[in-house]
């Protein structure tokens, strides 16, 4: 069974930073490409950001480039969200996913297995 859990989730002030963390276990890691999704209140989850296998293949929502940094450490079966530069927008739950054998696509189809969530809030 592949769990995921996130974490690092808190309340922060508008142009502040938070990291989330999202541990994957069950399964080999490498063999999972891992996103980041996120869900304002009343409104449907959104992809933010996703890193393939290798780490060598990340994409961004434009919303959030140049403010956020998604990275993966096999070593610890952990992949990381970044966030600065924080703004009210940026409310939401936030998820991380998994697709096995994927690429680190946009849908959140594609993706196998999901996390509890973890809210982050921003005030203005």
């Known amino acids: 069974q592949v769990r995921l859990v996130e974490s690092g989730g808190g309340l922060v002030q508008a142009g502040g930073s938070l990291r989330l963390s999202c541990q994957v276990s069950?399964?080999?890691?490498?063999?999972?490409?891992v996103g980041w999704f996120r869900q304002a209140p009343g409104k449907e989850r959104k992809f933010v950001a996703a890193v393939n296998r290798s780490g060598g293949m990340i994409t961004y929502i434009d919303s959030v480039k140049g403010r956020f940094t998604i990275s993966r450490d096999n070593a610890k079966n952990t992949v990381y969200l970044q966030m600065n530069s924080l703004k009210p927008e940026d409310t939401a739950v936030y998820y991380c996913a998994a697709d096995l054998w994927g690429a680190g696509k946009r849908n959140g189809e594609e993706y196998d297995y999901w996390g509890q969530g973890t809210q982050v809030t921003v005030s203005s």
């Open positions: 069950g399964r080999a890691f490498r063999d999972y490409a």
